[in-house]
């Protein structure tokens, strides 16, 4: 009874989304208030049922119900308990459900915390989003459903892929899609503002928090999938410029975008339109990506079973949404009221800057993704655009951009002095110098290029810390009144700062890997050690092991330090999935500070050795760290106090204009 | 029946969430200007506050207050375009439709698309369940259960063994076969029951190892009839005419005039008489030889001839749950799967789709990974 009740649910779920989006409409056209404030409710109960569907599939997968379809396929009863939980969404159909679950979610946080919102934009952001999810109910109930039953029920399923039997399904996911998805409530605003012809004095104020919120989780998912590959995949590397990887990153790069015009358009009621714009654009880009990742186009171990069908129907569900509202877009936009002017040296001016490189870089990485699947749809030859175009056009494009970051947060609104701004950095300029020198002269094997980057992230992290010292008054005022200072600043600027710094961390971490970075295969007998990046590795043997369904090989590594001590052991082994017959590699890692020795058994030689590929990773783990102090940042702008807009009552705001009208 | 309960209940739960503020009285909205106000009122505190901290100067602030204060006199002129009235009757249509609209599409697709009357099947209930309830399947699940915790029982491997060779899993069969053999120790039975599942999972095909199997068995019982007459088939199979013929005939001879096995081995010798034209001479040894030496090639050649004539025959004549079964599973072992899937669903019609014969013929199929075309789509 309870997968058909989550059957059901979702089926009623989906008929409350249709009611979402047309009554609403119909209330904002009529003007019939009643109608506008059907919104709410239908969204929050469209959430309830589509949360309940989702538990009848978990509770399918917790019990092992084969007589599903999708619990048949994707998971056996020996798998371990987090396993099947997280398998619910570690396949096509579920992931899906997942999607629509997360939002209907963020339909529902609209509708929870959208009071303050006037009436008619409320209606009209809730029923873009109720158009959105009957699209996406539609597609899981046609051609995805993760509620199909088989009867008579199999007694033993198929198991889940190996590669996702790991405790990032739990997190990569759900955070990932928090991201793609929060950026269809900016789409929504974006939409109901152009629905409208009319854009709210707040409208910046209200979209922040959501471009905030799903730019954090995004980054989280970003970061965390790229940590997932890197271990799970057994070849060390963390990011592969493949075209999901893309998929993923380009929503967060024009989502990046977005956060920064938003600021403009929020202080300045500048840059309204090309807002907008950047709304429909990022969502859009999180809707491509599912459409590459989810279609089949691409084959990777995102793609999992491939249906023609489906590829169809998401395209088709993309040309409605990008079509539509940039259809919208072009009709509307002229009638926007244009905002306030300012001087191109100022915070507008650099915010416009940012603007500029990132959404080229995002052109770059989109052309780079597309254009390798156009060839093989126009001529069916294959060819593959990989690490290097990337190379050659990102990074160029992201360098000057890094460069001016430290600047933006120091200009001032409207009209700036570069000069001045350049004096007060001058600090932060010097640091970084006696950093690439430093580098340059005590780091062995550093190259010119090399002890430049490292320079480039010390400027951006000693650029955020200047920030911050300059705004609470350090230097320029005494201590006490500096302290009092700092801890009164708003909590966006040290946001701002934090986000800022958190880049420099990543930065630093991706120029210290890809520049030094030691690499060793070489075959080893038990007993038999190797030195690598100062340490020495000897390799102990290796033993049978089985796991609750798997079986494997553990290769055990102990590792010493210059000095010959014992320093711990490395635990290296590869699995072998019995259900599905599959191999996989569980590569062993040992953390030293932020570098970390990566050691990945390959196979064994005739002459009773085993390959071993062992790599020294200098300052790896601070890549994903970065990300997680960024989204330190975005979540300190979240809580910022003056994203909080009180609401107008009916009684108070006739009170409040008296005055206005008088003074007039 | 609770279901239809619960799903009651949930469409009531949806159309109130439609209805109910649908009903509501309203009092006047407030105009989105109010709105806008509210937000300059607020901008105008902040910087206040920031002004008061230091963090902009005295200029700035008097510029940003001076662009905040034209915002605000832009807004009274919006407010005077401002208030309009609800349409009253349209919108009580729209609203009327909009709860009827949430029963009727969702109850009409579920029906469409669900099926209401499969209960949830967890695992551990359907192994806990009554025995006399359960189906065969889910007894040999148990089993399974039991025989992963006791590896060495013996007696569980052999009871399970034919069972599973009736089920088709020729495969597991082999394995319990080894295992109560391994630990009972060897008999004929034993050693037969192995060497048909052998021939079995080959598709019918005798294998040199089923071969052994047998040959193993008549070693302790030189006078068992099934092994001998097995034995015979497998020669039959290979080509070895002569040496089938004369096995059977001495097989013949020496079995008791109410034999059961008089009417096989009759026939089988009717057959090979049919096959072996005494006007050609019978294989020579080279041949002979050079059948048993077969290639792997050969012999998958082979297999998939005798797959076809199946398959051929039941076209023929299709009312043969047997024959579709092996049909399944000889496409499976050959990697088929598409075939599979095809004779799985050309079976499915020739037996009814109704009948307990397709229906266990869909379980065999899906204990391999075969599943009914349209069955997942649903």
């Known amino acids: 009874m309870i997968v058909e009740t989550g059957h059901f649910a979702l089926v009623l779920a989906f008929a409350l989304s249709l009611v979402q989006f047309a009554v609403p409409l119909a209330g904002t056209r009529l003007g019939d208030q009643r109608l506008m404030a059907v919104a709410g409710p239908v969204a929050v109960a469209g959430f309830a049922l589509t949360a309940l569907s989702f538990a009848a599939l978990t509770a399918a997968y917790v019990q092992s119900d084969f007589s599903v379809a999708n619990v048949w396929e994707n998971s056996h009863s020996l ?330 947060p120091l200009m001032a609104w409207k009209r700036g002095d570069l000069y001045a701004v350049a004096q007060r950095l001058f600090a932060a300029f010097g640091g970084a110098l006696l950093v690439v020198l430093l580098s340059f002269f ?98 102990e043997g290796i033993q049978p092991f089985q796991g609750p369904n798997f079986t494997e090989e553990q290769g055990r590594f102990v590792y010493f330090d210059a000095a010959g001590r014992e320093r711990g052991a490395i635990m290296s082994s590869k699995r072998l999935y019995t259900a599905r017959q599959m191999p996989t590699t569980e590569a062993g890692i040992a953390t030293r500070g932020f570098s970390q020795l990566y050691v990945a058994l390959g196979d064994p030689t005739s002459d009773g050795g085993v390959v071993v590929r062992v790599w020294w990773k200098p300052l790896v783990l601070l890549i994903w760290l970065g990300g997680v102090v960024m989204m330190a940042g975005g979540t300190m702008s979240l809580l910022d106090r003056r994203l909080r807009v009180g609401a107008p009552s009916a009684r108070r705001s006739k009170d409040v204009l008296k005055p206005q009208v008088a003074a007039e | 029946m609770l279901f239809w309960i619960v799903a009651a209940v949930l469409t009531l739960c949806a159309c109130l969430a439609v209805l109910l503020p649908a009903m509501r009285v309203r009092g006047r909205a407030v105009a989105d200007a109010d709105h806008d106000l509210e937000v300059y009122q607020d901008q105008l505190g902040e910087l206040e506050r920031d002004a008061a901290r230091g963090v902009i100067d005295a200029v ?104 599973y060779f009736r089920m088709g899993r020729y495969n597991d069969a082999v394995v319990a076969y080894r295992n109560a053999m391994r630990l009972q120790g060897v008999t004929a039975a034993r050693e037969i029951g192995l060497g048909e599942a052998i021939a079995a999972n080959a598709g019918g095909m005798i294998t040199t190892e089923a071969q052994a199997a047998f040959e193993r068995a008549l070693e302790i019982e030189p006078d068992n009839a099934k092994a001998r007459f097995l034995l015979a088939t497998g020669f039959a199979q290979e080509g070895r005419t002569k040496e089938a013929e004369g096995m059977l005939r001495t097989m013949l001879d020496g079995l008791a005039a109410d034999s059961p096995w008089r009417g096989a081995v009759g026939q089988a010798l009717a057959q090979l008489g049919v096959e072996a034209d005494p006007a050609r001479p019978g294989p020579s040894a080279d041949d002979m030889e050079a059948a048993a030496l077969m290639s792997d090639n050969d012999r998958a050649q082979m297999i998939e001839n005798m797959v076809a004539g199946l398959d051929q025959r039941l076209r023929d004549n299709p009312q043969d749950a047997e024959g579709w079964r092996r049909l399944v599973q000889s496409y499976v072992v050959l990697g088929r799967m598409e075939d599979a899937g095809d004779a799985l669903k050309r079976g499915v019609e020739a037996l009814g789709d109704e009948g307990e014969a397709a229906g266990d013929l869909v379980a065999f199929a899906a204990e391999r990974g075969v599943v009914l075309e349209g069955q997942v789509e649903q």
Request: glycine fraction near 10%.
């Open chain 1, 79 to 408: 798998k371990p308990m987090l396993y099947k939980v997280t398998g619910v969404w570690g396949n096509h159909e579920g992931s899906m459900l997942l999607w629509v679950l997360i939002l209907a979610f963020f339909g529902a946080l609209v509708a929870w915390f959208g009071a303050n919102l006037p009436a008619t934009l409320r209606a009209n952001v809730l029923s873009v989003q109720g158009l959105i999810g009957a699209a996406f109910f539609l597609f899981v109930l046609a051609t995805s459903n993760p509620f199909a039953r088989i009867d008579p029920a199999p007694m033993e399923g198929r198991d889940l892929n190996p590669i996702l039997q790991d405790i990032g399904l739990a997190i990569h996911p759900p955070l990932l899609y928090l991201g793609y998805v929060g950026f269809s409530i900016c789409f929504s605003f974006a939409v109901a503002a152009l629905i409208e012809g009319r854009i709210d004095a707040a409208w910046a104020r209200w979209v922040r928090p959501w471009t905030l919120a799903a730019w954090v989780f995004l980054t989280g998912g970003i970061a965390m999938g790229s940590y997932w590959a890197y271990y799970e995949l057994g070849w060390g590397g963390w990011w592969f410029w493949d075209p999901v990887e893309n998929a993923s990153f380009l929503p967060w790069l024009s989502g990046t975008a977005l956060l920064h015009s938003a600021i403009v358009m929020e202080k300045r009621s500048a840059l309204k339109i090309w807002t907008l714009l950047l709304a429909i654009l990022t969502f859009s880009l999180s809707l491509l990506g599912t459409f590459l990742v989810r279609s089949g186009v691409l084959t990777s171990v995102h793609a999992f079973a491939t249906d023609p069908s489906r590829g169809l129907f998401i395209l088709m569900i993309l040309i409605l949404f990008i079509g539509g509202s940039l259809a919208l877009f072009a009709l509307r936009a002229s009638s926007l009221t244009q905002g306030g002017l300012f001087h191109p040296v100022s915070r507008e001016g650099a915010l416009v800057l940012n603007n500029l490189f990132l959404t080229t870089a995002t052109a770059t990485v989109l052309i780079g993704t597309l254009y390798p699947l156009l060839i093989e749809a126009v001529t069916g030859e294959k060819i593959s655009v990989g690490a290097p175009f990337f190379n050659l056009t990102f990074i160029p494009l992201v360098m000057p951009l890094l460069l001016a970051v430290p600047f933006g």
């Open chain 1, 442 to 539: 005590f780091v062995d094997g550093i190259g010119v290029l090399a002890a430049f980057g490292i320079g480039v992230a010390a400027w951006l992290m000693l650029g955020a810390v200047t920030d911050l010292a300059l705004k609470s008054g350090i230097g320029s005022v005494g201590a006490a009144v500096a302290w009092r200072r700092f801890v009164g600043l708003p909590r966006s600027v040290f946001g701002t700062a934090l986000a800022h710094f958190g880049l420099g961390v990543t930065t630093l971490g991706i120029v210290a890997v890809t520049t030094l970075e030691v690499e060793r295969i070489v075959t080893m007998r038990p007993g038999e050690t190797m030195p690598i990046a100062g340490y020495t590795l000897r390799f």
């Open chain 2, 60 to 163: 700035e602030a008097e510029q940003a207050r001076a662009e905040i204060g034209r915002r605000i006199i832009k807004l009274a002129a919006e407010r005077k375009q401002d208030g309009s009235a609800g349409s009253g009757r349209l919108g009580r249509i729209v609203a009327t439709i909009a709860v009827l609209a949430v029963p009727v599409a969702s109850w009409g697709i579920y029906a469409a698309i669900g099926s209401p009357n499969l209960p949830a099947q967890p695992l551990q209930a359907r192994l806990e369940k009554n025995p006399a309830d359960s189906s065969m399947q889910e007894l040999v699940a148990r089993a399974e259960g039991h025989l992963a915790a006791n590896p060495e029982d013996g007696r569980g491997w052999e009871v399970l063994a034919p069972i």
